[in-house]
Structure formats: structure tokens, C-alpha cells
């Protein structure tokens, strides 16, 4: 996956620089702290379940998906057909998967899986990639070329009853997505453009509109991942081949914090614990030299960090 960062060095400096980030304010710099040992490969996805207390995360090119429930430091696994790209919590107890070639229920107890959505199922190019539910329930699930290169992919809305609709197009690698408390506002991630989109968010029918760039990332900080939003609205974005956690305030685009992570690649992260104030952090072992392994022993571990900020629960899928 070397080429993966050159292609997304040369895209990044053909972009042009954010005015609002040319003098970067670093804020407080904070050290995270391993919870779970793990090795995974490609670490991804932190979902909090706050009516269980568990974290959902997955290991991409470990097929598998991973229930930890901090109070007793036990990780469940769930292994899979297929490469998995994000997961989350239904309203009836399950889970939802996005897997390669389109969107799975997954029984928890019975561990029996079942399509829900055969979305791509005839791209076998392209695979799904990050998602989350927003304030209305559904599930909204990017996809990515398996090679990481061309904007040949989408970012989709899966409703209740399975149908879908895609809202993107010309996509390269989906990942973040989050909504304002408020509900009229969509912050969007395609890791290549180094760009934070904003949208204006309609809950009732899930359009999206008035697209515009809130955060343009320099590529001093690493390739903007996985993102949650906390409850003032301000964003919270891992950053590959950055080693940290970065707080933007998307309304000037200027940086707030930085929580360092011992690991190189940082991918996802959520708010968890009781009170919503705990960041859980995934990371990954993929794309990383021996050099790299040996000085990051913990890469593809599960980490957190206790904050001052509160996170906001996240919507879980509503199935009919």
C-alpha cells in the first residue's frame, strides 16, 4: 500500500491551500493510552454502542468485526466472507454490515448474516468502505476502488426497507461522515482530496445540498480518516500517516487540538463511556515498514483518551 501515500501526496499538492489554515493553531497536545492490545491489519470503524457499552470496531483486511466492551476488557470477534468496511448498531439489537459487494444483517446471538442491500454487488473493482447512520436512521456507506486509485466510487443511503440511493459520485476513498446536532449539517471525508466537506442535510429525505469545503488538511498533519463529532459541533478527525487525533473547528478551519497516538496510522475514532467523554481510537498495521512496526510496537491496538468534551450518542440504524 506504499503507492497509496505517494498518490495521495501528489493529490494533495495539487489542491489548493485553505487561506483559513495557513497560520495552523496547535492547542494542547495530549498523549493517548492503550486499552486493548490488538494487532489488526487495518483497524477502522469505532462505533460506540451507548445502550450496551461497548465499542464496535473492525479489522478491514482482517475480515473480521470486534465488539469491546471496556468494563471487563473482553473483545468479542465476529469473523467474515469478506473484507468489511464499516458496522453499525441496528435499532432491534443487531448489526449492519457493509461488506465488499453490498450491505449485510448480521444476528448477534446466532451469528447468521443475510444481504440487506446488494449495492455494487456488480463492481467486484470496487468495495464498501466508512459509513455511519444519520439523524433519521439510515445508514450512508462510501465504496473505493480495491486498488485505491481513480474517483471510481460512490457514497450511498441504505433506508429501512433496503433500498438505496447515491448522493456521490467521482469518489476515491470514502471514510468520515458525521451530522451536527442540530441535524442540518453534513460533514463528508474522500481521505485523497484532504478536504472536509460541508453540506446543507435534509433529514426528512436525507438530501444534500450547497456543497463547500470547511477544513482543507495540510498535508503536514497526515490524510484525514475516520471522524466524530462532539457535542459543540467541532470535528475530531484521525489522520493516517499522522499519529494523531485532530480537533477542527470547521466553521474557521483552524485546528483546536492534537492527541497524539502511538501509532503511525490512525484511522477511526468515537466517543464512548458513560458519560461520552472517553475517545476510543482505532489504528493499523498495514503500510508500515519494519522500521515503522518496531518503533510503533502498539499499531493496530484500540486506545482512549478521557477529555473535557462530551461526544454525542450516535443514531443506530431503524430497521422496519
Known amino acids: 500500500m506504499r503507492f497509496l501515500l505517494v498518490f495521495l501526496f501528489f493529490y494533495s499538492c495539487t489542491q489548493t491551500k485553505d487561506k483559513n489554515l495557513t497560520n495552523i493553531f496547535i492547542g494542547p497536545i495530549a498523549k493517548v493510552e492503550r486499552t486493548l492490545k490488538m494487532e489488526a491489519k487495518l483497524g477502522e470503524g469505532a462505533f460506540w454502542n451507548h445502550k450496551t457499552n461497548a465499542l464496535y470496531w473492525i479489522d478491514i483486511e482482517g475480515k473480521q468485526f470486534h465488539i469491546y466492551t471496556p468494563a471487563d476488557n473482553s473483545n468479542t470477534t465476529f469473523d467474515l466472507p469478506s473484507r468489511i468496511g464499516t458496522v ?6 443487531n448489526a449492519l454490515l457493509a461488506l465488499e459487494d453490498g450491505i449485510y444483517s448480521l444476528n448477534l446471538k446466532t451469528k447468521k448474516i443475510e444481504l440487506f442491500s446488494a449495492i455494487e454487488k456488480d463492481i467486484p473493482t470496487n468495495r464498501f468502505n466508512d459509513g455511519k447512520c444519520d439523524p ?3 445508514l450512508w456507506a462510501g465504496t473505493m476502488r480495491m486498488d485505491e486509485t481513480e474517483a471510481a466510487a460512490k457514497l450511498y443511503s441504505i433506508e429501512a426497507d433496503g433500498s438505496y440511493k447515491e448522493r456521490l459520485d467521482k469518489i476515491t476513498i470514502s471514510n468520515g461522515i458525521v451530522w451536527t446536532k442540530d441535524a442540518k449539517t453534513m460533514y463528508y471525508i474522500d481521505t485523497p482530496t484532504s478536504n472536509i466537506r460541508a453540506f446543507d442535510y435534509d433529514k426528512a429525505s436525507g438530501d444534500i445540498s ?9 498535508n503536514s498533519l497526515g490524510f484525514p480518516d475516520g471522524m466524530a463529532i462532539d457535542e459543540n459541533d467541532k470535528l475530531w478527525v484521525a489522520m493516517w500517516n499522522g499519529n494523531a487525533v485532530i480537533q477542527f473547528d470547521p466553521l474557521t478551519g483552524q485546528v483546536l487540538r492534537k492527541l497524539e497516538v502511538p501509532a503511525h496510522n490512525v484511522t477511526s475514532c468515537a466517543f ?4 461520552l467523554s472517553t475517545l476510543y481510537i482505532t489504528s493499523a498495521r498495514v503500510d508500515m515498514s519494519e522500521e515503522e512496526l518496531q518503533e510503533f510496537p502498539d499499531a493496530g491496538s484500540i486506545f482512549k483518551i478521557d477529555l473535557n468534551t462530551k461526544g ?3 443514531p443506530f440504524f431503524l430497521r422496519n
Open 312 to 314: 454525542v450518542p450516535s
Open 210 to 218: 450547497n456543497e463547500r469545503i470547511a477544513v482543507r488538511v495540510p
Open 272 to 275: 464512548g463511556g458513560e458519560n
Open 88 to 93: 453499525v448498531p441496528t435499532s432491534e439489537g
Open 136 to 138: 433519521a436512521g439510515r
